[in-house]
């Protein structure tokens, strides 16, 4: 019964190589959202769409592609693969874009990419 | 502008109170609390609105203070299963995306 899933948990790559995380949510929320937090704990905002529209670009290098084919699903797909890309990838999502206000995110489990 | 959060970590006893600080330079039209233990995803606490109001569930309560753009998060009789890293996430007004604290780590010890 979960709300916010993403696959995979753990995913562990060579450098140059590229790979793609998926993030699914049953809520029936229109908005989902992409965030990296680093070693320090540090969660920064990368993407968001709402039905399907990207809303949120923040200044990500552009190896970094979120793909959404349908409200419920927003993947992210990295190209070239750097050690410093080494972070644990949150996705979340919310009701609306947050401007009303009981809406927040609800954060999917997360996955631990480790870049070698 | 990131909010700043205060104390960067602290550690309590069992039954003991703490209060954690978020600030912003900027005006706000809600603070979103969210609590991450080791491991795991940031799960959602409470949410205040501009207009001062102060909210609680159970032992857990928060206020906002419109005129300073500030929250604070009171945990009061602390429990083992308070420990943990707390983040306050701020929504400026016109905004559609939370800008989150570096967070406060929380340890409860026996």
């Known amino acids: 019964d979960t709300a916010v899933s993403q696959t995979p948990k753990y995913l562990v790559t060579q450098m140059g190589n590229d790979k793609s995380i998926k993030c699914e949510q049953n809520l029936g929320h229109d908005t989902m959202y992409w965030y990296k937090q680093d070693s320090k704990k540090f969660l920064k905002i990368m993407f968001s769409?709402?039905?399907?529209?990207?809303?949120i670009n923040e200044t990500v290098p552009n190896r970094f592609s979120p793909k959404s084919p349908d409200k419920a699903h927003l993947n992210l797909h990295i190209n070239s693969l750097e050690l410093g890309d080494s972070a644990v990838y949150f996705c979340?999502?919310?009701?609306?874009?947050?401007?009303?206000?009981?809406?927040?995110?609800?954060f999917g489990p997360g996955t631990r990419l480790t870049v070698l | 502008q990131q909010p700043v959060q205060s104390p960067q970590a602290v550690i309590l006893r069992e039954g003991e109170d703490a209060v954690i600080n978020c600030s912003s330079s900027k005006a706000l039209y809600s603070v979103h609390w969210y609590r991450q233990k080791h491991g795991e995803a940031p799960v959602f606490l409470m949410i205040l609105l501009k207009g001062g109001e102060q909210k609680g569930h159970e032992k857990i309560s928060a206020s906002f203070n419109e005129k300073k753009q500030q929250s604070s998060l009171y945990l009061t009789a602390s429990q083992l299963s308070y420990s943990g890293t707390y983040f306050c996430g701020t929504l400026g007004a016109g905004s559609y995306q939370l800008t989150f604290g570096k967070g406060t780590k929380l340890s409860v010890i026996p």
């Open positions: 979340a999502s919310s009701h609306g874009r947050l401007l009303s206000g009981t809406d927040t995110q609800y």
């Open positions: 769409y709402n039905n399907k529209e990207l809303i």
